[in-house]
């Protein structure tokens, strides 16, 4: 089996997809994207692919290797999520070839299932606790929010107040049992990092992500470990090397690491089993498409430390299309009593729409950042 071409796909709302191809007819699907730098991504998948095109697809531990390893400078969110969609779809083809699921590949499933939340409000929080209120109804037994706006190094009680508020509301609208994640987004400089946690520990949050910037976390590292509420980050962390520090630092409860953007199935298997030897939870990032939740999933099915898994369903930035627009048969995330079925198809067990994708690309996006700013006019973290 040969590798005969790898096609990207920019598609609505601020996604990229790759197809790689065999001389076979079997088809891998992979999701290379970093929000707001998709079409650089998809620069580097075309890069990656002079090395790929002609080589047998399912030495994936050997194509990562050399993907990861022969442009000698290495890393980052670019080269590791563009590396990450072409993992994912190597390992599709290879489930696909074989018959089996991704997940048998890595040892065979030890759940069926996994819990997932529900995102309620945007960047700017409002209306939450009707918000969540509904996703309970529908079914969710966890939530998540983003926490505060912008915040100076050193802000005003309003601020922190308002954040209390938010989520007071909250958790009087979905009862103690429902858990409630609060994202602070990496907005928040340490000197109100140590407020905003105190202020929300009665509050027994599920967790609360990005408190701080991974690159500030010394900074902060006894606050951190003391608090009561779990500490969940990652998002922007794309190795296991760019992990090691914060597992060793004692730092994070739970992990998050992104399919789509720390070097895929390969990496993030590996991410997992470090984590486990800390003791520290895997709660993998993605406010993505089908394919890196796919992608996401066959990881949760073999990794015992698997605790909650993310999904856009429904997310504020999914506005011109949703998850589920892209699969042939959405069922294959149902969603039922706030948890979701592990796929049990073939390679990711997803089928994509490739007329639909088609459709999509040739209108495309051009997704960018917000760009916030303080009153005073100074830049405003996102």
């Known amino acids: 089996m040969k590798i005969t071409s790898i096609t990207t796909y920019q598609v609505p709302p601020r996604w990229c997809f790759v197809k790689v191809e065999t001389d076979t007819g079997v088809i891998g699907w992979g999701e290379p994207v970093l929000e707001g730098r998709a079409a650089t991504v998809a620069a580097a998948v075309e890069e990656l692919s002079d090395y790929l095109i002609g080589k047998d697809p399912r030495l994936i531990e050997d194509h990562w290797t050399v993907m990861y390893r022969s442009g000698f400078y290495r890393g980052g969110g670019i080269h590791m999520s563009a ?11 290879k489930g696909k070839a074989l018959g089996v699921p991704v997940h048998e590949l890595l040892g065979g499933k030890l759940r069926d299932s996994i819990k997932v939340y529900s995102w309620i409000g945007g960047d700017r929080p409002g209306e939450t606790a009707a918000q969540a209120k ?13 926490g505060p706006e912008e915040l100076q190094f050193i802000d005003t009680r309003d601020k922190v107040e308002k954040v209390v508020h938010n989520v007071a509301e ?10 409630i994640g609060v994202d602070f987004h990496g907005r928040v400089h340490r000197p109100m990092a140590r407020v905003l946690l105190k202020a929300l520990e009665p509050y027994n949050l599920m967790f609360v992500e990005e408190p701080v910037l991974s690159e500030h976390v010394d900074g902060v590292a006894d606050v951190l470990r003391n608090s009561s509420t779990p ?16 597992l060793e630092s004692g730092v994070a409860d739970i992990i998050q690491p992104d399919l789509s953007h720390a070097g895929g199935i390969t990496e993030v298997r590996k991410i997992a089993a470090m984590a486990e030897t800390y003791d520290v939870a ?3 990032h993605c406010p993505l498409g089908p394919i890196a939740l796919a992608a996401c999933l066959a990881v949760d099915a073999v990794a015992y430390n698997a605790v909650i898994q993310e999904q856009s369903l429904g997310i504020h930035y999914n506005k011109s299309n949703d998850l589920l627009d892209y699969v042939t048969d959405a ?5 039922a009593d706030g948890m979701v079925k592990i796929p049990s198809g073939p390679g990711l067990g997803v089928e994509i729409n ?16 917000p760009v916030w700013r303080h009153t005073d006019g100074s830049f405003a973290e996102w």
């Open 331 to 335: 069922s294959v995330f149902d969603y």
């Open 83 to 93: 590396l990450a969609g072409l993992d994912q779809a190597l390992w599709d083809i």
């Open 170 to 179: 909250i958790r009087e609208a979905v009862g103690e049992n429902v858990g």
């Open 231 to 246: 500490i969940a980050l990652g998002e922007r962390l794309y190795s296991r090397w760019d992990f090691k520090h914060i």
């Open 134 to 146: 509904a996703a309970v109804e529908r079914g969710f037994t966890a939530v998540k929010m983003n």
């Open 354 to 369: 490739e007329e639909y994708v088609k459709e999509r690309a040739a209108e495309g996006h051009r997704w960018r950042n």
């Open 282 to 284: 895997l709660a993998p």
